[in-house]
């Protein structure tokens, strides 16, 4: 193959971002990654440059949004969702034809406990959230930052930068009520157990968000995914990418190890 057609077919990182934040947030890993990495950061709905925040209610919905919106040349997406953005990642996931990855990063296929998904938030957690939604949105801001960085070693620290990320790209309040109804009605984890691609996750053992104890869960539907743990909270990614950084790269070469196989 010559040069354009190996690079179409090499792997694309599709990074997606969190609830409240924007394509933005990933600057820091972006800047771990191998120069050669082609990446991509696009807005969710709602959030950062995008519109039609309404889109995000729904994963299959901004799936589709967001596959319409990739540069024809992607013909290898590895979709990485950290959080929320996890759950657009499966979905499309799910509705891609071609060869492709998946890893969901400080994300799960359902954020909501059940009687069958016990590492999961308290339904009562998010609702909460959404009654904050009509209030002071900086106040909102700072309590989203807050969870995200618990467990941190720096975690005031890394509160305020998370806020001055949410600050300079404020997401809509209508993409941010569609994103909880995303987070509190999605269960993905058909597409999760069902993916023919290879497939991770990112846990953190002190994740406000999405306990650790949710491995056993995504292990037993997938057993065959490629595992990592960092040693924060939600977002010790953002404050420490490296790690990261290096777990990413190595799912890229194993993707394109097996699609040149």
Same mark, same amino acid.
């Given at each position: ?38 990446? #991509? ?84 957690? #998010? ?19 807050? #969870? ?40 993905? &984890? ?31 539907? &997938? ?39």
């Amino acid at each position: 193959m010559g040069g354009a057609d190996s690079r179409a077919r090499a792997p694309t990182l599709v990074l997606l971002h969190g609830w409240g934040f924007s394509g933005a947030v990933w600057a820091p890993l972006r800047a771990e990654l191998p120069a050669a990495t082609r990446v #991509l950061a696009p807005d969710l709905p709602g959030h950062g440059a995008a519109g039609e925040g309404g889109r995000l209610a729904d994963a299959e919905d901004a799936a589709a949004a967001l596959i319409a919106a990739l540069p024809a040349d992607v013909e290898y997406p590895v979709w990485a969702g950290w959080s929320l953005g996890g759950l657009v990642a499966l979905a499309a996931a799910r509705q891609w034809s071609g060869p492709q990855g998946l890893m969901l990063i400080g994300a799960t296929p359902r954020f909501v406990r059940g009687d069958d998904w016990p590492a999961a938030l308290p339904p009562a957690e #998010l609702e909460d959230f959404r009654a904050a939604l009509g209030g002071d949105r900086r106040r909102l801001g700072r309590r989203l930052a807050m #969870l995200c960085a618990r467990g941190s070693p720096d975690a005031a620290s890394l509160a305020r930068e998370l806020v001055a990320e949410m600050q300079a790209a404020p997401a809509s309040p209508e993409g941010l009520a569609a994103g909880l109804d995303l987070l509190q009605g999605a269960d993905l &984890r058909a597409a999760w157990a069902g993916l023919r691609a290879p497939a991770a996750f990112w846990l953190e053992p002190e994740d406000a968000l999405v306990p650790a104890a949710v491995e056993a869960e995504l292990r037993t539907l &997938r057993p065959d995914c490629r595992v990592g743990q960092g040693a924060g909270g939600h977002a010790e990614w953002f404050a420490r990418p490296e790690p990261l950084a290096l777990f990413v790269s190595e799912f890229l070469d194993h993707c394109s190890a097996g699609e040149s196989a």
